[in-house]
């Protein structure tokens, strides 16, 4: 079955305690991105990555960090979270990144830190 | 980046058809326009993307204006499975995605 597979799906942390969240897909995309959603905010990108070892910004990229040294795996990092970032996060793919296609989107994980 | 508005929320009533609005005035000219929703506890779920003409799918028909700075998704006839928020979102060729604030929509039976 193809998907989108996020891990944790629910975290309870502290602040600066260090976590990363794992994304993996199994449809060989080449397009994964992060997503924070948060209420009145709707969906905002943090990072993108066209292939592998190419990352690029979103529109809230700060106090994350990514990784993509593989095809099938996009983790985001926390190096130091913070209560501000208490927010539901998706992972999502695509079979190319030039716009063209369609965002397969995790299940999401609830992250809350305190 | 390209910005996009939509209302926050709209409603309808059962097997009417439902038209959702999205302005995107400051769109770039490969820039796609996507739209995805979203049920309450779930991921995004593609709905219809487009660049330039009209686009039908089994699910929806995205009417996108001539200057493209707006489009219409068309529900053609709703239900209440199509309650949801609709996120209007561009998309860029080099893969920045920025999504609208989605636009509730309610169906009545």
């Known amino acids: 079955e193809a998907q989108v597979t996020q891990n944790p799906r629910y975290l309870i942390t502290v602040t600066g305690k260090k976590l990363t969240v794992t994304c993996s897909q199994n449809m060989n995309h080449e397009y994964m991105s992060w997503y924070r959603q948060d209420p009145g905010l709707g969906l905002r990108q943090i990072y993108y990555s066209m292939n592998v070892e190419v990352t690029d910004k979103g529109d809230v990229p700060e106090g994350y960090k990514v990784s993509r040294k593989e095809k099938r795996n996009f983790p985001l990092i926390l190096e130091s979270p913070s209560p501000n970032q208490t927010s539901l996060y998706f992972c999502a793919s695509m079979r190319s990144g030039g716009g063209t296609g369609e965002l397969f989107f995790g299940e999401g994980s609830r992250l809350t830190v305190l | 980046d390209a910005k996009t508005t939509q209302p926050n929320s709209m409603e309808s009533n059962e097997e009417e058809p439902v038209h959702l609005p999205c302005n995107h005035s400051t769109i770039s000219g490969t820039d796609y326009i996507h739209w995805y929703r979203q049920l309450p506890s779930q991921g995004p779920e593609y709905v219809i993307h487009g660049l330039t003409s009209n686009v039908n799918n089994r699910m929806a028909s995205l009417a996108i204006a001539e200057d493209r700075k707006s489009s219409t998704l068309i529900l053609h006839r709703a239900t209440l499975r199509d309650a949801a928020v609709y996120y209007c979102?561009?998309?860029?060729?080099?893969?920045?995605?920025?999504f609208g604030q989605g636009t509730i929509l309610t169906v009545h039976p």
């Open positions: 979102i561009i998309g860029t060729s080099y893969g920045k995605l920025t």
